[in-house]
């Protein structure tokens, strides 16, 4: 049995059915991150003293990972753009810029961290540190779910550019949008963590 | 994004990703710029706050089409944002009635 709404849109919904399930998980996660984010203000609001992020995080790697992220949300959404202008070898260049861009940015996440912690700073010493790791853990970890998908169409997902088109072009823009997301995350993050 | 888009609509959608990537790069001096302002918290937490909306507005907008979106997606992200918007007002009440 074939899978409906996976190329034209629902009559009912104006949406292929993807896309759909995409912005409903998107949903899940503005609320996931929102608990954290509101758990975030609570601490702060209620601590007696709370360090200034600029003064414990290293801004510019953080801001270089900004301009990374930033970078790899235009290599998407142009990823997508090639298969809409039917370019596939640009595609190809472009979603493997962005898985690269993903990986480059966990690199420097890994440095930041692997300084923190040799310098023995854990996130059991203070209520900053443990937020800070829990937020940038939990994003870190969507990147790393990014990067798989996007892999996997960069690899082995791509065949299916060759017998079903329009489809893989859904399937690149639902990617993208989750991608996206979690570059719109770390905007919000930056500045919330390591320059207030 | 309609699924008709000729691939000539697509190339002038390209112009204008790449004037957003830009108004991004900018925006993001912006921020780390205001940060060595040493302003006090509130307006520093105000302005990084504006910035990045204004960010994420843009990135939301083009990057994930969402300018030109179907009805049910703006359904779907009204319920959201009333809901995310509950759960940011928690620690407002619970600090107004000293609940901690």
Known sequence: MQIPYTVHARPDTGLFNAKLGVWLFLASEVMLFGALFSSYVLLRTGAPSWPHGFEMLNIPLATLNTVVLITSSITMVMAWASLKMHDFAKYKRYIGATVGLGFFFLIIKAFEYGAKFSAGTYPSESTFLAIYFTLTGLHGLHVVGGMIVNGYFWGPGSKMWHTEPERFTNRIEVAGLYWHFVDLVWIFLFPVLYLL | ?100
């Open chain 2, 1 to 100: 994004m309609s699924e008709t888009d000729s691939p000539e609509e697509i190339k002038k959608h390209v112009r204008v990703y790449v004037n957003v990537f830009v108004a991004l790069m900018g925006l993001t001096v912006v921020t780390v710029a205001i940060s060595y302002l040493h302003l006090s918290v509130v307006p520093a937490v105000i302005l990084a706050l504006i910035v990045a909306t204004i960010k994420g507005s843009l990135v939301a907008s083009y990057f994930m089409h969402l300018i030109n979106e179907k009805k049910l997606i703006f359904a779907t992200l009204i319920l959201t944002g009333i809901f995310f918007a509950a759960l940011m007002s928690l620690p407002l009440i619970f600090q107004n009635d000293k609940f901690y």
